[in-house]
C-alpha cells in the first residue's frame, strides 16, 4: 500500500485534535496487515483505462465541488471519500477486488455520495483527509465530519464497513456539527541553534548504522535529515554524524531500492536493508535523491555518489522528462514484473504507465536539482534543460495576480497551494544564482508577495498550505500550517532577505520559525527540515558576492565554482558594476577591471578573487567555525 513514515507533519500553532492526521507524501507507515501483493499488476495504459471505465460504470463517482457535498445534505447521505493515486498498487487493487464487485457498488451508489480524488492533483484534501496511506477510504458526514474509514478494504470488510457506517450515521445526522476552535496568538520562542542541536539529537537516535535510515522497515528517503547531517559534518567536522549520511546513501546507492537497469530510485523499501522497493518511482523523491547524492559527492568527492547522480538523471530524462518541450512529469506507475528484467528485456515490454501531468512544486524541484546538477557534474545539457523547463512552466502553471497553479491539464489547474509558489520561488532564486540575471530575482520575488498576501496567517504568523475560505466544502475551510512548508518558506524568504537587504523577508521568516518554536520535537526526526531553516537564520551567510557583467565569460567562470563548492549557507549574489554600483560601492568592492569575486561572512571579506579556482578553498576557509556564530 502506498504510505510513509508515520508522524504528524502539518500543524497549527494550536492543535486541533478533532482534524484526521495528515498524509503528506513521504510521511506514512503502511497498513502492515495487508495481504500479501499477488503477481497480478496493472501495467498498462491499456489496462488501466479498461479497469478504470468498468469501475465508473459501477460507481458513479463526483469530483469535490460544492454540488456534491450539498447532494450528500439534500439527500442526508454520509459521503464515501476515496483518496487514490494513478502510482498506487492498492488503489488498483481497490477497484479491482472491491469496487469492481456490483453488490458492493451498488450499495454505494445508493447509500453514499461517492466522491472521488486524486492526491497529486489535490494535496489540500490528501492533508486533511488521509487515514495512513493510499488509498484513503474516508468517511465523511455531508459538511465534511469525518467518521471513520482507513485504507484498503477486501470486498468482504468493505461491506460490512459500509453497514457499519451506514448505522453510525443514521445515529449522528441529527447532532449539530461542533464549532470549529479559535485561533490563537503566534507562539513564541527563541529561535537559537540550540533547536538545531536538538533536532539532530533525534536524528542520531533513530538512525540505523546497520543500514542506514531511520528506524526498521518500510524505509524512506527522509532526505532533510541527511541533509541536516552532511551540514553538520561540515561545519564540525564531526565523522560520526557524517556516518548518518553516508552509510544510507552507500546502503540506499547499492540496493535494491536503486534501479540499477534504468537508473532512479523506487518510492521506498519494504524492508529494513533496502533491498526491496514499493515500486513507484516519483519525480518529487528523485529530485530530493538527486540533490542529496550531489551534495555528498561535493562534500566528499566520492565517485560514487556522481554515479548515482548520473543514474537518476539518465532515468529521468528518459522516462519523467519531456525533452522536446521542457518539464517533467509527476510519476511511473509500480510494476515488480517488470522491474525485476533486464534494460534490454525491458525495452522489448510495454513500460509501466507515466503520469505525464506538469506538478509545479516537483518541476520546481528537479528544476533546481537539474541546475546544480550541470555544474557539479559539469554537463551543460542539464543547465539547457532546467531553465527551458522553469520557462515552459511558467508559462504554463503562472498566472499574473494569481500566482503559480498546481498542475497543468489543457489549462492551469487548482491556484493557491503554499508549496507551488515556494518551491517556484526557490528554483527562481537558484536561476539568478547560476546566471545573475536580476528577472529571475524580481520574479521570485513577486512569488513571495503573492504568498504573503494570499496566504499568510496575518494573526498567528507564519502560513496557511491554501488560501483560507470559509465557504469551501468539508475540511478545506480549516486551515493548516505545514511544519514543512513554514520552514522552506524561512529558508527561501531568510536568503531573499540577504540577498535584497529588506528587513521585511526576515521578520516574515522569524514568524513562520516560531510558531514552531515551542513544539518542534513532537515531529521527532521528521523535524529536519525546521532544523535546516533555523540554522539558516540564526548563522551568518557564506554570501559569494561577483562584481562583473554577467555576460562576461570571466563571471561565468566564477560562478560556476561557485555553484560547485559544497557550502550548505552559501548565497550567490551577482553585482552588475553599471546596475548595481551603488551596492557595490557600499561594499567596499572595486567595479573596475576584470569580474571579481568576494566571499563574506558578517563582516569579515576575502581579498579579491579573480581566479575561479580560488573559490572553492576559499569558501571552505572561511566556512571555519571559528568565523561562524
Known amino acids: ?45 491499456g489496462t488501466r483505462i479498461k479497469m478504470s471505465k468498468e469501475t465508473k460504470e459501477l460507481i458513479h463517482w463526483l469530483d469535490w465541488n460544492e454540488e456534491a457535498f450539498d447532494r450528500a445534505t439534500r439527500e442526508s447521505k454520509p459521503i464515501l471519500l476515496d483518496i487514490s493515486a494513478v502510482w498506487c498498487h492498492w488503489c488498483h487493487r481497490l477497484d479491482q477486488d472491491t469496487y469492481s464487485v456490483p453488490d458492493i457498488a451498488e450499495y454505494i451508489d445508493t447509500n453514499f455520495v461517492p466522491i472521488r480524488v486524486d492526491t ?32 484498503y478494504y477486501p470486498p468482504e470488510q468493505m461491506r460490512q464497513l459500509l453497514h457499519d457506517i451506514k448505522a453510525t450515521w443514521q445515529k449522528l445526522e441529527n447532532q449539530a456539527p461542533p464549532e470549529p476552535p479559535a485561533q490563537t496568538e503566534i507562539a513564541s520562542g527563541e529561535l537559537s541553534s540550540n533547536i538545531v542541536d536538538e533536532i539532530l539529537g533525534e536524528v542520531a537516535n533513530n538512525f540505523d548504522p546497520i543500514h542506514g ?13 541527511q541533509e541536516l547531517a552532511l551540514l553538520k ?40 536493508d533496502w533491498s526491496v522497493p514499493h515500486f513507484e518511482k516519483m ?18 568527492g566520492d565517485p560514487f555518489y556522481a554515479e548515482i547522480s548520473n543514474g537518476i538523471l539518465e532515468y529521468v530524462n528518459g522516462w519523467l522528462s519531456d525533452q522536446a518541450q521542457g518539464c517533467f512529469y509527476g510519476s511511473q506507475d509500480a510494476n515488480e514484473e517488470y522491474y525485476k528484467l ?15 501531468h506538469i506538478y509545479t512544486s516537483w518541476n520546481a524541484m528537479m528544476i533546481s536539482a537539474y541546475l546544480d546538477a550541470s555544474y557539479i557534474l559539469r554537463n551543460h545539457n542539464f543547465r539547457e534543460f532546467a531553465f527551458k523547463s522553469l520557462d515552459r512552466l511558467l508559462s504554463l502553471n503562472l498566472t499574473k495576480g494569481e500566482g503559480m497553479y498546481h498542475f497543468y491539464n489543457g489549462q492551469p489547474q487548482l491556484g493557491n497551494q503554499l508549496n507551488d509558489q515556494l518551491q517556484t520561488a526557490n528554483a527562481l532564486i537558484h536561476a539568478y544564482e547560476c546566471t545573475g540575471e536580476s528577472h529571475f530575482l524580481n520574479q521570485s520575488q513577486q512569488l513571495l508577495e503573492f504568498t504573503s498576501f494570499r496566504l499568510r496567517d496575518p494573526v498567528g504568523g507564519g502560513f496557511f498550505d491554501t488560501a483560507v475560505n470559509a465557504d469551501a466544502p468539508g475540511f478545506l475551510r480549516r486551515p493548516i500550517k505545514p511544519l514543512e512548508e513554514n520552514s522552506a518558506a524561512a529558508r527561501i524568504l531568510t536568503k531573499m532577505h540577504h540577498l535584497t537587504g529588506d528587513p521585511s523577508y526576515r521578520k516574515l521568516a522569524e514568524e513562520a520559525l516560531k510558531c514552531f518554536s515551542n513544539n518542534y520535537l513532537s515531529f521527532g526526526f521528521m523535524s529536519a527540515d525546521y532544523a535546516l531553516a533555523v540554522d539558516s537564520f540564526v548563522n551568518e551567510p557564506t554570501m559569494i558576492r561577483i562584481v562583473g557583467g554577467n555576460d562576461l565569460p570571466e563571471t561565468k567562470g566564477l560562478i560556476a565554482e561557485a555553484v560547485r563548492s559544497y557550502e550548505p549557507r552559501k548565497i550567490i549574489q551577482i553585482l552588475n558594476p553599471e546596475a548595481d554600483a551603488n551596492k557595490i560601492a557600499d561594499n567596499g568592492f572595486r567595479s573596475e577591471g576584470p569580474p571579481t569575486a568576494y566571499i563574506c561572512v558578517g563582516k569579515a571579506c576575502t581579498a579579491p578573487i579573480t581566479e575561479p579556482k580560488q573559490i572553492v578553498s576559499e569558501v571552505q576557509r572561511m566556512a571555519m567555525p571559528k568565523l561562524r556564530r
Request: glycine share 12%.
Open 1 to 45: 500500500m502506498g504510505a510513509r513514515a508515520n508522524r504528524k507533519r502539518d500543524e497549527t500553532c494550536l492543535k486541533d485534535l478533532s482534524t484526521p492526521r495528515s498524509g503528506g507524501r513521504g510521511r506514512w507507515e503502511p497498513n502492515t496487515n495487508l495481504p500479501r501483493r499477488t503477481e497480478l499488476e496493472i501495467d498498462s495504459l
Open 120 to 151: 497529486d492533483k489535490r494535496p489540500d484534501i490528501n492533508r486533511r483527509y488521509n487515514l495512513g496511506g493510499w488509498p484513503t477510504t474516508a468517511f465523511l458526514a455531508p459538511d465534511g465530519r469525518l467518521i471513520g474509514g482507513g485504507t
Open 213 to 225: 535510515g531511520f528506524g526498521s522497515e518500510p524505509k524512506f528517503p527522509q532526505t532533510e535529515a
Open 233 to 272: 559534518y561540515h561545519y564540525t567536522g564531526n565523522r560520526e554524524i557524517l556516518g548518518i549520511a553516508l552509510v544510507t546513501l552507500n546502503n540506499a546507492g547499492h540496493s535494491g531500492t536503486y534501479d540499477k537497469e534504468m537508473g532512479g530510485f523506487f518510492r521506498y523499501s519494504t524492508t529494513r
Open 283 to 300: 519525480s518529487e523523491d528523485n529530485a530530493k535523491w538527486l540533490q542529496l547524492y550531489l551534495h555528498a559527492y561535493q562534500a566528499t
Open 342 to 356: 533486464t534494460k534490454s528485456e525491458r525495452l522489448k515490454r510495454r513500460a509501466p504507465y507515466v503520469d505525464k
